[in-house]
Each structure stands twice: as C-alpha cells, then as structure tokens.
C-alpha cells in the first residue's frame, strides 16, 4: 500500500512552504488509496516546544488534512536509532569525531560545501568509537567501497533515476554525522530508520532535500533497509525568489488563519 509522511519539526510555526508539502503528500496518499502519515521530528530538544507541536497539529487539521494512525515521536525512538548505530559500528563504519565548527573551518584552507554542509575533512577518522559523549561520523570513503554506486527514482522535478557515484559521495559529501553529543541520533540516520518502521514507500519532500537523499540511500543500503521512491516537489519562494523558512512568520498559517483566511485560500496560495 502507498505510504507518505509529513515530517516537521517543532521548531517554529508552519508557513505557506510547509503547507504545500503537506498537501502535495496528503493529495498523493489519498488519490492512490494509501496512507498519509505525520512525523514529529523533535529530536532537538533544546528548540523543539510543546506549544510549536500542538499549533502545527492544530494547521493541519485546519487545512483538512487527515492523517493515519497516531504521530510517531523522534523523541521516543532512542532504542531503533542506537541499534541502526550499532550495526554501522560493528560494520567499522563509524568513527568518533570531537572536533568543533571552529576547529573544521581551521582545518580547511578552501572549504566545500556539501547536502551536509561543510565537507568535513576527516580529522578523527580512523579514531575509534573511544571518545564517549563525541559526535558520531559516517566513514563515506568505506560505506561506498562497499557499495559502489547508487542510485534512487524521483517523480517530483527532475523525473528519473538520479545516480551518485561513489567518488562523488566521497569528496562531495564527506563524512556525514549520524549522532550529535547533544541529541542522540541525527536527521539523515533517524529519518531513514523511521522512513522503514512507518513503512514509506514514497518520501514526498521540497528540491532542496534531494541532494539528502542520495545520503538516505547510502544509509539504507548499509543498513538493508527498502529504499522507497522519491518526489522532489517545487518549492514555495517569496516575491525575491527566496525560499520560505521558518523565520518567515508573515507566511506562518497561523497569521493567514488570524486574517481570516481559510484553507481555499492557502492552497490557492501554494498553487493547489
């Protein structure tokens, strides 16, 4: 059965952006007869709040989105995440990383930017896993000698499969983190884990995560997860061509529902 998800984080109020992915999933789940689920991202438990979580829920029923089953947690998956950890670390294909954003920006004379930001430059490979309380690193360099090339189908944008070489993951990507001293398990290792335990057979997300995707892929081919199909949809930009973020509170749904709007007004907003 088709499944999808809507995954925010509870960081901020949703904006018109978040509001188009919503409905681009909910629509595509509900013309093929299948699931729409929704993701609490809320890892971040430093700028992730209660009040933020409990407005986003309240958008989407607004906008008359229904959704399947009860929302998944981030917070409550520790155990999943730190065996997907364990598994890549008895692989030997983790390492412990205690360097800081300074100390990389000091390590690189021209740094290069990357899906992951900065492309780290592998000060702590080869380190070992003894440096408790470290960020944990993804070792690309043996991950892609591994598995070699990948590739993923996308039906957004730029139909097609889309391919990455596994030089191109090396020197392009680098050593991505799967767990910060901070909050357990990062973004990519936690969606991929969670995109297989909810059963997703199609991630339904903006152009600007397409390049993450090639990262998901490599995960769940280490951890013998499904890779589901991908739709890259546009994304929602302002009057200067700027995509929305969640700083953007004049885009916030709260504001257009404050003003009166209603949810025909947002989905002619978003071009829906």
Do not use: N
Not at 87 to 106: E, F, N, S, V
Not at 184 to 200: E, S, T, W
């Amino acid at each position: 059965m088709y499944a999808t998800r809507f995954a925010p984080s509870p960081t901020g109020l949703l904006h018109l952006g978040h509001a188009f992915s919503a409905l681009t999933g909910w629509q595509r789940a509900r013309a093929s007869g299948g699931r729409f689920l929704v993701r609490i991202e809320d890892l971040d438990r430093g700028r992730c709040r209660p009040e933020w979580e409990a407005a986003l829920l309240a958008d989407l029923a607004w906008l008359g989105l229904e959704w399947d089953g009860v929302p998944l947690r981030q917070s409550s998956r520790g155990a999943a995440y730190a065996a997907a950890l364990a598994t890549l670390a008895a692989d030997g294909l983790t390492y412990a990383c205690i360097c800081t954003r300074a100390d990389i920006r000091a390590a690189l004379s021209a740094p290069q930017e990357g899906p992951d930001g900065t492309v780290y430059p592998g000060t702590c490979r080869g380190r070992g896993h003894a440096a408790p309380g470290a960020t944990l690193r993804l070792d690309m360099a043996a991950a892609m000698a591994r598995l070699g090339d990948i590739a993923f189908a996308d039906t957004g944008t730029q139909p097609g499969e889309h391919r990455r070489d596994a030089d191109a993951m090396v020197d392009g990507v680098g050593d991505v983190v799967l767990a910060r001293r901070d909050m357990g398990a990062a973004y990519h290792l936690a969606v991929v884990v969670d995109d297989a335990a909810q059963a997703i057979t199609e991630v339904v997300r903006g152009d600007d995560l397409r390049d993450a995707t090639a990262i998901h892929v490599v995960l769940q081919r280490l951890l013998g997860l499904p890779t589901p199909a991908y739709h890259h949809h546009a994304l929602v930009r302002d009057e200067r061509g700027k995509r929305l973020a969640k700083r953007c509170d004049a885009r916030a749904l709260t504001a257009y529902r404050a003003e009166g709007a209603t949810p025909t007004d947002i989905r002619r907003l978003v071009g829906l």
